[in-house]
T-cell receptor, first 112, second 112 residues
Framework: DVKVTQSSRYLVKRTGEKVFLECVQD?????MFWYRQDPGLGLRLIYF???????EKGDIPEGYSVSREKKERFSLILESASTNQTSMYLC???????????FGDGTRLSIL | QKEVEQDPGPLSVPEGAIVSLNCTYS??????FMWYRQYSRKGPELLMY????GNKEDGRFTAQVDKSSKYISLFIRDSQPSDSATYLC????????????FGTGTLLAVQP
């Protein structure tokens, strides 16, 4: 079974802080994704990566950046956290584009 | 208009009922269709994955795709309280894109 592990289940940070969310997958998948999930809006893609050091913007990249230094790890960075970034953040991975994505359990992030 | 529409519910049914969950979509290029189940405070887990039109059955779950009507369904037979969750549909076109398009999810409650 694919295992996608997100480092924190719950996180509380302050406005203006730099926030790091970490995701690790154990199946040697090429493709990794970061989503945020908000009530009534569903899942929205922030960034994805199709290889080490490669990244592409999703639908809502503003205020975020990502890092993929190793194949198994994909980090989401909030450069200067704001209250409208309070959300559930989900990481996913997949080997090839026509396979279904596998998700971690999410990080519920609150920005105060 | 959203590319994928899904009734948010909540849908409340008695234990043992047959449940029908549905999504409509507007992009005729969608070829891959998925259903995910998401329990409260957990990440989405893959339930069903189908390519193009037709039916797919797995235990109590049946996924149907009607491409002519741009309509997909998930049926749950003999529903159990443990089926209470949010159900997300997701889809993507054939080709190199990594992007999945998600519905906003339907909240299902199965009453014992």
């Amino acid at each position: 079974d694919v295992k996608v592990t997100q480092s924190s289940r719950y996180l509380v940070k302050r406005t203006g802080e730099k926030v790091f969310l970490e995701c690790v997958q154990d199946m040697d998948h090429e493709n990794m994704f970061w989503y945020r999930q908000d009530p009534g809006l569903g899942l929205r893609l922030i960034y994805f990566s199709y290889d080490v050091k490669m990244k592409e913007k999703g639908d809502i990249p503003e205020g975020y950046s990502v890092s993929r230094e190793k194949k198994e790890r994909f980090s989401l960075i909030l450069e200067s956290a704001s209250t409208n970034q309070t959300s559930m953040y989900l990481c996913a991975s997949v080997r090839t584009v026509n396979q279904p994505q596998h998700f971690g359990d999410g990080t519920r992030l609150s920005i105060l | 208009q959203k590319e994928v529409e899904q009734d948010p519910g909540p849908l409340s049914v008695p234990e043992g009922a047959i449940v029908s969950l549905n999504c409509t979509y507007s992009n005729s290029a969608f070829q891959y269709f998925m259903w995910y189940r998401q329990y409260s405070r957990k990440g989405p887990e893959l339930l069903m994955y189908t390519y193009s039109s037709g039916n797919k059955e797995d235990g109590r779950f049946t996924a149907q795709v009607d491409k002519s009507s741009k309509y997909i369904s998930l049926f749950i037979r003999d529903s159990q309280p443990s089926d209470s969750a949010t159900y997300l549909c997701a889809m993507k076109p054939r080709g190199a894109t990594n992007k999945l398009i998600f519905g906003t999810g339907t909240l299902l409650a199965v009453q014992p």
